[in-house]
């Protein structure tokens, strides 16, 4: 059945059904908000997608989301140069960072490895990684997610970066804080207890 | 806390912010898929919004949202221009399309009187409505929304068409249709016996 809106606005709300968790009622609920607003936000809004667009890249060193290249992280010198965390995505480094806790720098793979999904280590940022691999870095964490992609890919890495001799570490997987464990799944519950540490 | 994403990133994550129903996450989950799509795509998607705050006005006879005005169900032949549906918002009247069952004009009011907001009869499309009831209309249908608002908006109009001789009518309340009479509200069910009907 053909969208009783007008042609434009029928556009519009296409355009924002498209969007991941965008089901028909919210893309006409946001159409109709950008019916609402003033010519000159609705312009603002416009601007911030092409502007996002055109100015993000990827970091030359880290592979995180930049306006300039090398990133903040890469470029600030009271980072120490000497750790590389690995994440898969710039959300997990943005998480990282609201920790306070990390001081290093960090790796962006933009994905894991995935054979399932045709997912080859040749397909995320592994090549970039490795060429960072200089003699002032002492230690990578793998802070790739527990699944089993996250798994595979960091082993995968480990496997590649062991030879060169440099510190390969994996973030610890447990019980939440503030979790409960009596709800805790069999495979959470089974890494807690065998990364137990003495108190 | 400053955000950890970059400028552009973080002004589009804040552009989406603004609408409504979408939170933080959400925002950020939407600015990702922007930064995912082609530029093409992203050019698709700021057109859009521009072309329809551009476009888009309300039509010169039923104040519904049109690309071309007078829109098209008012300049469709076929419509019964003897009957007029009153609704609050172009979303009523989407909703009252797709019962495929009303074949007259429409009016979109564009809000309800309500004292307690500020909105007063000259802030929502009542003069428009005036100005359309030629000898032609027959009868004008009130389909505002069964709410304190919807209900004085529909007193207020009814109390300023009356004296002209045109039929006035309120649209039923009840039971909705597969609803439970167990469940049904005290107010819905006293409208459900009062609309009743021999069967």
Redesign the interface.
């Known amino acids: 059945m053909a969208s009783?809106?007008?042609?434009?606005?029928t556009?519009?709300i296409?355009?924002f059904e498209k969007?991941?968790?965008?089901g028909h009622k919210?893309a006409?609920?946001?159409?109709?908000?950008?019916?609402g607003i003033t010519?000159e936000k609705?312009?603002?809004?416009?601007?911030?997608?092409?502007?996002?667009?055109?100015?993000?890249r990827l970091c030359e060193s880290c592979q995180n989301?930049?306006?300039?290249s090398p990133?903040g992280i890469c470029s600030d010198p009271r980072r120490d140069r000497g750790v590389i965390c690995v994440v898969e995505s710039?959300?997990d480094?943005?998480a990282m960072?609201?920790t306070r806790e990390y001081k290093g720098l960090y790796h962006v793979l933009h994905g894991a490895i995935s054979p399932m999904d045709g997912v080859s280590p040749e397909d995320i940022k592994v090549k970039e990684l490795m060429s960072r691999l200089g003699p002032e870095v002492e230690e990578v964490i793998m802070a790739t997610n527990p699944t089993v992609e996250g798994e595979a890919t960091a082993m995968y890495i480990a496997r590649l970066i062991k030879p060169m001799g440099i510190k390969i570490t994996r973030i610890a997987h447990g019980i939440p804080v503030g979790g409960d464990i009596e709800f805790a799944d069999e495979m959470t519950l089974a890494r807690a207890m065998e990364g137990r540490r003495e108190i």
């Open positions: 009783m809106y007008p042609p434009s606005l556009a519009l296409e355009e969007m991941p968790g965008i919210s006409v609920r946001l159409a109709f908000y950008v019916m010519d609705a312009r603002r809004l416009a601007d911030a997608v092409l502007n996002a667009k055109s100015s993000i989301l930049t306006d300039s990133c710039p959300k480094l943005v960072e609201k």
